[in-house]
């Protein structure tokens, strides 16, 4: 049984990968896992088995637009530890007699021991720890990260308007095959009228 559901799963996202291999090549920016990307895909194909080309082309878009999410996820918490700095500059600026706090920042983030030892000092001093510097840090991209995190919605929004599309259209392919089925149905067990003698008329 097993056995059956992986051939299955498999048969559907080589059929998925042949149909759609005419599109554009996988949405994939520098450091992002080819490995993942295509598990991804025969996950998500095995789940929603698309019957033709068309919802094969779909679940493509899904693919893909899941993708999107994780990337923009993933890309939001680079941003916030990239501008750790920032942050800790802005929590640093009571707290110590530096040069200036932003290049005890920068120190800081670059790893160098004096300058770590002594931000650890300050912060400690203060009862503070990396939830305030990372607070601050939001608060200096807060811009940037709500227009990320709408760009995460919009392509939410998309996905799931993608598979209402495919759930739609096999609600009405199942009504027309049902139809179809009635019909075909009716016509095999017609009534054939008979004349008085017995015999069915023509």
Same mark, same amino acid.
């Given at each position: ?44 194909? $095995? ?20 993708? *999107?999410?994780?990337? &923009?996820?993933?890309? #939001?918490?680079?941003?916030? /530890? ?5 942050? +800790? ?13 932003? *290049? ?22 203060? $009862?503070? $720890? +990396? ?14 990260? *709500?227009?990320?995190?709408?760009? +995460? +919605? ?11 599309? &495919?759930?739609? /259209?096999?609600? #009405? &392919? ?13 016509? *095999? ?14």
């Amino acid at each position: 049984m097993t056995e059956n559901v992986l051939s299955n799963t498999t048969d559907s996202a080589t059929r998925l990968a042949t149909s759609t291999s005419g599109l554009a090549p996988a949405p994939l920016i520098a450091g992002e896992d080819t490995a993942a990307y295509d598990d991804l895909m025969a996950r998500l194909s $095995g789940t929603l088995k698309p019957s033709d080309v068309l919802e094969e082309i779909w679940v493509r878009d899904v693919v893909d637009l899941v993708w *999107e999410v994780f990337r &923009l996820r993933r890309l #939001k918490t680079h941003l916030m /530890r990239a501008g750790a700095h920032e942050g +800790m500059a802005q929590v640093l600026k009571p707290l110590v007699k530096w040069a200036t706090n932003e *290049e005890l920042a920068q120190r800081w983030w670059s790893g160098q021991a004096e300058a770590v030892s002594t931000v650890e000092r300050a912060l400690a001093s203060a $009862g503070l $720890g +990396m939830d305030a510097v990372m607070a601050h840090t939001l608060a200096a991209r807060i811009d940037v990260i *709500e227009r990320v995190d709408r760009m +995460m +919605m919009a392509a939410e929004v998309r996905r799931d308007n993608t598979l209402s599309e &495919l759930d739609r /259209r096999r609600v #009405k &392919l199942a009504q027309r095959l049902r139809d179809a089925i009635r019909e075909a149905e009716e016509a *095999e067990f017609e009534v054939i009228p008979f004349d008085q003698s017995g015999c069915a008329r023509e």
